[in-house]
């Protein structure tokens, strides 16, 4: 996504992608990375067919938006009702704070705070042009390719399937004309549910804030009650 106010697309494309932007800014000693070890030995699952990552309707989850090499892991939320959600990072008295919805057959991303990004005054709501909902990005995330079971280690460990989907700018051809990366983002969704999302790493042109360009988010919780899908009031209409 090329500034803040496109980013987080795919998770803002793909969250909606994979969602939405580099300055080398102090900050306090790295969090930890989420780890992922592979399934082998006794623990690995029998054979199956794995099925690609699905975006519920209604869901509601709760974890950490992680960026490393700044040093930042602050609270985040990922809440979807009626087929619009909303992902919600850090808050007025962390060191970031965004949101990103798809509200109304509409893509939004709204940058409250950055570390060392001045947003004063403060920086717009940016509606992404065009028709988005969550069927298109359904839709994208069945192009997803599939890596393999996992397990990732923590609190809890989780039997996962990890996916790898993004988004390519230019020819369909390779070769034959300039192709670019826009978008990367490796999935990992409960192996017995793929609609029950616990990990995402996203990379890309959404992520030109970060001087490392990728961002984590994990989920602690993670289940299918409605959530709470809030468009700001800075935020324009969505398409009709």
Request: charged share 20%; proline share 12%.
């Amino acid at each position: 996504m090329a500034s803040r106010r496109t980013r987080r697309t795919l998770v803002s494309a793909v969250a909606g992608g994979l969602f939405a932007l580099g300055v080398v800014a102090p900050g306090p000693a790295a969090a930890p990375l989420p780890r992922a070890a592979q399934a082998d030995g006794d623990v690995a699952p029998g054979p199956r067919d794995p099925r690609p990552p699905l975006l519920p309707a209604d869901f509601q989850g709760t974890g950490r938006y992680v960026v490393r090499d700044l040093g930042i892991d602050v609270p985040f939320s990922w809440q979807g009702r009626d087929g619009d959600s909303q992902m919600t990072a850090g808050g007025p008295d962390h060191p970031i704070w965004f949101t990103n919805l798809i509200y109304g057959n509409t893509l939004y991303t709204l940058t409250y705070k950055w570390p060392n990004i001045p947003l004063f005054p403060p920086r717009a709501c940016s509606k992404v042009p065009g028709f988005f909902n969550r069927q298109i990005f359904n839709d994208k995330l069945k192009t997803a390719r599939f890596v393999g079971p996992e397990i990732l280690q923590g609190d809890h460990d989780r039997r996962v399937d990890h996916w790898r989907v993004g988004v390519v700018g230019g020819s369909t051809v390779p070769g034959e004309f300039f192709r670019f990366p826009l978008a990367l983002g490796d999935i990992y969704v409960d192996q017995r549910d793929p609609s029950r999302w616990w990990q995402v790493l996203q990379f890309g042109l959404q992520n030109l804030f970060d001087p490392e360009l990728d961002e984590w988010f994990t989920m602690d919780t993670f289940d299918h009650r409605p959530g709470q899908v809030t468009l700001p009031d800075r935020c324009p209409p969505p398409t009709s």
